[in-house]
């Protein structure tokens, strides 16, 4: 009994430095994929986000939401279509993103830290124009020929980040917790994908870590073993090899430009494990990919 105290007091003093270091600091955590699902890592991952909070960190939470909008549009009978991963989001299914992402799955998502003791607050991009957005222009590579245009409908990405609010609700203790929906010049509403929405923000808030949860162990090299530490050049190669590959892409190019915007570091997580956001900030090794400038 006494080694295992002994134990315990360990993996607080290895944490010791890391919570004085980032005391005070903005972190955003992307949230999505199998810890959104699963009853245990859905009450994990709002413990350590309550725990980042009475430690002195300032968290900001993004959320996702495709397979719940996918079984909604499914129940309602709404066909789906996607374009190289990207949903086609007309109208009729704009509503139903924005129902589901900003209502049910968002003040989920809050209900959960406020139950483990935190202070949350939900927004969408709509809310004080969080999330100022324009359409996304998709163009298709046709080889020697000009890229094809290929319209998705309501797909937007951002343009502008509201950080005074954020600020703002920082300032009283509150955490934000955001749903990527974002409002056009004209009012029109925006589908945007979580990492890029979460990139945005990290940049905005000048974060000192930009932390996306994913269902994969991190950033594998060509033999499969995780990458525990890249920097720009490094991430850019895996990508040129086509060692990176599917949606590991897009989440490397968002940490990217994070880290190009000036977030201080970027991290992709396993999702799938229980307290990763803890296990990657607080410990010496982490148990994911840190991307560094």
């Known amino acids: 009994m006494t080694q295992e105290w002994i134990n315990k007091a360990e993996v607080l003093l290895e944490a010791l430095p890391y919570m004085r270091r980032f005391q005070g600091q903005t972190l955003v955590i992307k949230y999505g994929g199998a810890a ?10 709002a413990q350590d986000i309550t725990l980042l909070q009475y430690l002195g960190l300032n968290p900001v939470v993004v959320h996702g939401g495709g397979p719940q909008i996918g079984q909604v549009l499914a129940r309602m009978n709404i066909p789906t279509r996607f374009v190289e991963g990207l949903r086609v989001t007309d109208a009729p299914t704009m509503d139903v993103v924005e129902m589901v992402l900003a209502g049910k799955i968002n003040k989920e998502i809050v209900n959960l830290i406020n139950s483990a003791g935190g202070r949350a607050v939900g927004l969408s991009g709509k809310d004080g124009r969080l999330l100022e957005a324009q359409k996304l ?3 298709r590579p046709r080889g020697d020929e000009p890229p094809e245009i290929i319209d998705i409908g309501l797909v937007g990405e951002v343009t502008a980040v509201n950080a005074d609010l954020i600020r703002t609700l920082q300032a009283k203790n509150f955490i934000p917790v955001i749903a990527p929906v974002g409002v056009g010049e004209g009012g029109e509403t925006y589908n945007i994908n979580a990492d890029q929405v979460a990139a945005a923000v990290a940049a905005a808030l000048g974060a000192a870590k930009l932390i996306l949860l994913t269902d994969v162990a991190g950033v594998l090299d060509e033999e499969g073993r995780l990458i525990s530490s890249l920097n720009r050049r490094q991430a850019v190669g895996l990508v040129e090899a086509g060692t990176a590959t599917g949606g590991m892409v897009p989440k490397l190019k968002c940490c990217l430009e994070a880290l190009e915007e000036g977030v201080t570091k970027a ?27």
């Open 36 to 45: 959104m699902k699963e009853p245990e890592l859905k009450k994990g991952f």
């Open 137 to 139: 222009e998709y163009y």
């Open 267 to 293: 991290h992709i997580l396993d999702g799938r494990v229980l307290h990763a956001v803890l296990l990657e900030i607080f410990t010496d090794k982490g148990i994911g990919t840190e991307i560094v400038p």
